[in-house]
């Protein structure tokens, strides 16, 4: 029995030196990763943004570290606004506005560093069911644009102008309406036919509202059409975040490619409760279709005087910039290439 006792006893003291050596160990190399918050500013909720809420719902932002809040501002000049001001650290918005802050001789300039999509974004659609579409049936119409200055509105603009139309004198062009509300003006009988985001483009054509009669981002090509960006400051504060935030969104490109539009959309529905997860991936799998999606950050020097090309035909374009004076590609390019 004292044998017994004095095994125990030395047993005991064994494991109690070992958990004490562990603890040691664990307290010697504890969990150092610091979480890092970014505050995400975009301009509309569209699906058209799928790769940006894969890389929230999947975790690829979490993988590096950083705790992205995500806001919707519901407007270009909104959303430049929140990230001028300080209540963003990254936009996700289009790249024309980038011209356009640079244009008033700011000095802290906004760059792009990482591009999520590359066509227009926007649909056609028409009241009344058209089988047999061309573009000359908008000459004398009236049509429900978007904001002036805005990409969408020179996209807008620049493929109607391809196809012989004069959005000047041709039809009577609605402009002055927010953005917001431009889908309830149309469903409250204001215009012939409307250009719109989805996925309120294939709702109102569920609905019987609208019918999608051709695709703007089909027609213009590529373009940097919405951008992540941010102040000059914050990126040569914060190098790493934006590394980070840009490799997160790589990860998320490559995932949104490999996988189908049904799992895209289960990975994404909860950004778009009231809209039904079929109607979700019939959405991603148009613009999958169309090459709307980036599959790589790198903004190129030919979608950026593309951008331009559509903007000068706009009559939108305050100055020729250089691509290299507002495009941060270094960065995308080392997390392509790790």
């Excluded at 009236?142 to 969408?152: D, I, K, V």
Aim: net charge negative; proline share 3%.
């Amino acid at each position: 029995m004292k044998k017994w006792l004095k095994f125990s006893f030395s047993s005991l003291l064994i494991m109690i030196l070992m958990f004490s050596i562990a603890a040691c160990n664990n307290t010697e190399k504890p969990d150092t990763k610091e979480i890092e918050k970014v505050r995400l500013v975009e301009v509309t909720r569209s699906i058209f943004y799928a790769p940006e809420y894969v890389a929230i719902a999947k975790g690829f932002f979490e993988e590096e570290g950083l705790d992205v809040e995500l806001t919707t501002a519901f407007g270009g000049d909104k959303t430049m606004t929140a990230l001028l001001s300080g209540g963003a650290d990254i936009a996700l918005v289009g790249s024309e506005t980038s011209i356009y802050v640079y244009a008033q001789d700011s000095n802290d300039p906004v760059i792009n560093f990482a591009q999520l999509t590359q066509t227009d974004g926007t649909f056609l659609v028409s009241r009344e069911k058209i089988d047999n579409f061309s573009w000359d049936l908008l000459k004398g119409t009236t049509f429900l644009g978007q904001r002036t200055g805005g990409m969408p509105q020179m996209v807008g603009e620049f493929v109607l102008k391809k196809h012989g139309i004069d959005p000047h004198q041709d039809l009577n062009l609605i402009q002055n309406i927010d953005f917001a509300n431009i889908p309830s003006a149309f469903a409250s009988g204001t215009g012939d036919f409307v250009q719109l985001f989805e996925p309120q483009a294939s709702i109102f054509e569920l609905e019987g509202k609208g019918h999608i009669v051709a695709s703007f981002g089909t027609e213009s090509g590529h373009v940097p059409y919405t951008t992540f960006m941010t102040k000059d400051s914050y990126m040569s504060e914060n190098k790493d975040i934006v590394e980070k935030f840009t490799r997160a969104i790589y990860k998320a490109q490559q995932w949104v490619q490999t996988h189908s539009s049904d799992e895209v959309a289960e990975a994404i529905q909860s950004y778009f409760p009231d809209t039904d997860v079929k109607l979700i991936s019939t959405v991603v799998d148009r613009y999958k279709e169309q090459g709307s999606f980036a599959t790589d950050p790198i903004l190129d020097a030919e979608e950026w005087n593309n951008l331009q090309d559509i903007m000068e035909e706009a009559g939108e374009l305050p100055e020729q910039v250089d691509h290299k004076t507002l495009v941060n590609t270094e960065i995308a390019e080392s997390v392509k290439e790790e």
